[in-house]
Nanobody, 119 residues
Framework: QVQLVESGGGLVQAGGSLRLSCAASGITFSSYNMAWFRQAPGKEREFVARISWSGGSTSYADSVKGRFTISRDNAKNTVYLQMNSLEPEDTAVYYC????????????WGQGTQVTVSS
């Protein structure tokens, strides 16, 4: 049974920081590209950041570039999202995504963690 469990969300003031974690089980973690998406109220889910299966390649949405950092620890089956200089516009539910490196249609999602940034 595949599980992606996000944690680390919460309420923070603008300019503050949070670190999200996503712990994976039931998959060979090192065979999966990992990503973070987010969905704000009334909006569609959007891409935030992605890291390749080896950790050697990362990409970011323009809106978070320079503020957010994605990383992974394959020994701990965990992917992280360090979020700095948070803005009220970053308020959303953040979802972890796992994409099998050999078959990109094989994907799994976590349940999400709420991030709220107050102004």
């Amino acid at each position: 049974q595949v599980q992606l469990v996000e944690s680390g969300g919460g309420l923070v003031q603008a300019g503050g920081s949070l670190r999200l974690s996503c712990a994976a089980s039931g998959i060979t973690f090192s065979s999966y590209n990992m990503a973070w998406f987010r969905q704000a109220p009334g909006k569609e889910r959007e891409f935030v950041a992605r890291i390749s299966w080896s950790g050697g390649s990362t990409s970011y949405a323009d809106s978070v570039k320079g503020r957010f950092t994605i990383s992974r620890d394959n020994a701990k089956n965990t992917v992280y999202l360090q979020m700095n200089s948070l803005e009220p516009e970053d308020t959303a539910v953040y979802y972890c995504n796992a994409e099998y490196r050999y078959l990109r249609d094989l994907q799994y999602w976590g349940q999400g963690t709420q991030v709220t940034v107050s102004s």
